[in-house]
């Protein structure tokens, strides 16, 4: 197991858990439509901990002696292949956070797949040897892939990375991974712990972000308001006001002035 070599009080273990659980639980909940109180923020962190936290912090702990992982830390000098990692985990989970929290929450999934092809026109029809390429290759990909580049981009900046890089075990491997690092880090110690610790905060951050967008949903409604207007829009946040987009315009309606909302039984 791990052992400290400092004693703390448990009055500050027990805050800093308490200010970690908000933190996660901030990060879990402010993603979704429901607006939580400071209880509910403390149960979601809780359960966040629990499973994405302890459980691989217990793992790591058995883990970090095998002969396998202590190879990754001799691949390359410097211990460079432990950090080229955590750079790869975090260019993953900033793709998903990308997806999710500019695309998929605003509702310009079709705006952005427009863009896109548009983008892989233009390039198509620039004469450039780049420009070229890619369009006498184009057929030749889609007779192997079955898409077109238009369609790859699109996969690879939202489908893929909200699929891939939201899928709970692959952010269970990815927290394994960073806190197996972080305790091999930590037995090196210098500055290479403390680079390893930031980028830790980041990832763990980002995988709690993924965790809560992964059990969101925004729903496109209409607001009916006691002045007779109705109002359409995606919901984003539902509180003492309710948060909306569209159009890719923002505004905020006040849940008193509401007296009835219509929408669809179904998710999209």
Known sequence: MVELTFNLDIPVILAALSAIFLYLGKCVSDVKIEKYDKEGYYFEGLFFFAVYVFVPLVIADYAKNFW??????????????????????????????????????????????????????????????????????????????????????FKANYVWPIEI???????????????????????????????STFLTFFIMTFIALAFGFGGAHYPVVRLFLDSGEVLSGRVIKYGDYVEMIQDAKKFSVNSSKIIKIESKLFKE
């Open 68 to 153: 396998a992982v202590s190879v990754i830390f001799q691949v390359l000098p410097f211990y460079v292949f432990p950090f080229i990692l955590q750079a790869v985990i975090l260019g993953a989970l900033t793709s998903n956070f990308r997806a999710n929290a500019f695309i998929r929450r605003t509702g310009l999934v079709e705006y952005y797949k427009i863009k896109l092809a548009e983008g892989i026109q233009k390039i198509k029809k620039d004469n450039s040897r780049m420009g070229k390429l890619v369009k006498d290759a184009e057929k030749d990909f889609k007779d192997l892939a079955g898409f077109d580049y238009s369609e790859l981009s």
């Open 165 to 195: 890089f939201g899928n709970n075990f692959l952010l269970f491997l990815f927290a394994f991974i960073t806190i197996l690092i972080e305790f091999k880090f930590y037995e090196i110690g210098g500055l290479v712990f403390y680079v």
